[in-house]
């Protein structure tokens, strides 16, 4: 596997963000007068060192802190680098790093379960970070594209990682451990505090704008709401594909077709065959 790290880009004062390969996830950096905070970490220990490195070359004051927005290996597997400063996280990925999922992702880049870390002070909602002359704020909107998603919020600038809630370079990834119901509901959180000027950086891809958070949080809800109607309507997850009325391409569709029907069946809502009456 190929890792690499682009150069920081600046996108607004003070505020940067680079991209990470393999996964092509965008590493945030907010700096203010006294101290900076990395937004996501990488997907390896080493990783982790080389984007605090990069950080503390561009921001030009310590870096004291770093976030992770969500359990995922390429946001998150990075943060051993960072485990002697504050370390935010939803506290959720306390227990995510027991779970089978992160370790399939731990040897996929070659490392051992024990040699991550978890977040040294997780949060349940929200948390305020002090940088001198600049505030940043974390907040979990709720359940989405993951259990634990947390958005960082730099208000002086209008700036917001969100995370993997939103995704530029792909369509979103809805993968099983996401709560495709909840999910719009977190995005409207963000959308709630966007502005005309608001920058949007998403988890991978280029920073986007408020209409593109408003058009993908009606896409995933569609997402949701075909595969309800289609339960409905008695069509089988194998037929779903072909019948529904879809905003992503097949693949997309086809690869979220079993967890969207497995959350759905899991509130009993189950496609039935309808008995024709003679
Ligand atoms: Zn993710």
């Not at 400063?85 to 070659?110: M, N, P, R």
């Not at 929200?126 to 704020?137: F, K, Q």
């Not at 979103?172 to 505090?193: H, N, R, S, V, Y």
């Amino acid at each position: 596997m190929h890792f690499s790290l682009t150069p920081f880009e600046l996108l607004r004062p003070g505020i940067w963000r680079a991209v990470a390969q393999p996964a092509g996830v965008n590493i945030g950096l907010v700096a203010g007068s006294t101290g900076a905070l990395v937004v996501d970490t990488g997907s390896s220990p080493e990783q982790g060192e080389q984007i605090r490195d990069a950080a503390a070359a561009v921001a030009g004051v310590p870096v004291v802190g770093a976030v992770v927005t969500h359990a995922h290996y390429d946001h998150f597997f990075g943060l051993p680098a960072f485990d002697d400063l504050t370390t935010y996280g939803h506290e959720s990925l306390i227990q995510a790093l027991g779970t089978e999922a992160v370790a399939i992702d731990a040897a996929l880049v070659d490392l051992e379960p024990d040699e991550l870390r978890p977040p040294n002070r997780p949060l349940s909602l929200a948390r305020m970070i002090d940088l001198g002359d600049r505030h940043v704020e974390l907040v979990h909107f709720g359940r989405g594209h993951t259990a634990g998603d947390v958005v960082v919020i730099v208000p002086d600038a209008q700036v917001i990682f969100t995370g993997d809630l939103l995704e530029e370079s792909a369509p979103p990834a809805m993968g099983p451990d996401c709560f495709l119901k909840e999910w719009p509901a977190a995005l409207d959180g963000i959308l709630g505090l966007v502005r005309e000027d608001t920058l949007l950086v998403p988890g991978h891809g280029n920073p986007v704008d408020r209409v593109f958070a408003f058009t993908q949080r009606a896409q995933i809800s569609a997402v949701y709401g075909q595969v309800e109607h289609l339960i409905g309507e008695g069509v089988k997850p194998d037929d779903a594909l072909a019948v529904g009325d879809w905003p992503f391409d097949a693949d997309t569709i086809a690869a979220v077709l079993p967890t969207a029907y497995a959350q759905l069946a899991a509130e009993g809502k189950v496609p039935r065959t309808r008995l024709r009456l003679l």
